[in-house]
């Protein structure tokens, strides 16, 4: 059974650093392609960044320049460090993967449970 778990969220002033984590657990090879979403309260989910398994990163554009996405293949865990957060960066952070089974079938889209974030103004 695969499972992401996320964490690190909380509660931060704007201007300050989080760093998210999720660690996928079960018989799992390792992570292919992770993203990490938000959704702020009454807006849509929305892909916040993306990495793939060769380390290629995309952002959306409002976090440029103030998020990185990273892995650690050895541990199966994606990192979403968040610096000169804003108010605007409220909301509930999930992670999202496909994985490589030990076995070496592919899964895809797995999801986290969430992590709430929120930054005060």
């Known amino acids: 059974q695969v499972q992401l778990v996320e964490s690190g969220g909380g509660l931060v002033q704007a201007g300050g650093s989080l760093r998210l984590s999720c660690a996928a657990s079960g018989n799992i090879l390792y992570i292919r392609t992770a993203n990490w979403y938000r959704q702020a309260p009454g807006k849509q989910r929305e892909l916040v960044a993306s990495?793939?398994?060769?380390?290629?990163?995309h952002y959306v554009d409002s976090v440029k320049g103030r998020f990185t996405i990273s892995r650690a293949n050895a541990e199966n865990t994606v990192y979403l460090q968040m610096d000169s957060l804003k108010p605007d960066d409220t909301g509930v952070y999930y992670c999202n993967a496909d994985v490589v089974l030990t076995n070496g079938t592919v899964m895809r889209d797995y999801w986290g449970q969430g992590t709430q974030v929120t930054v005060s103004s």
């Open positions: 990495i793939s398994s060769g380390g290629n990163r």
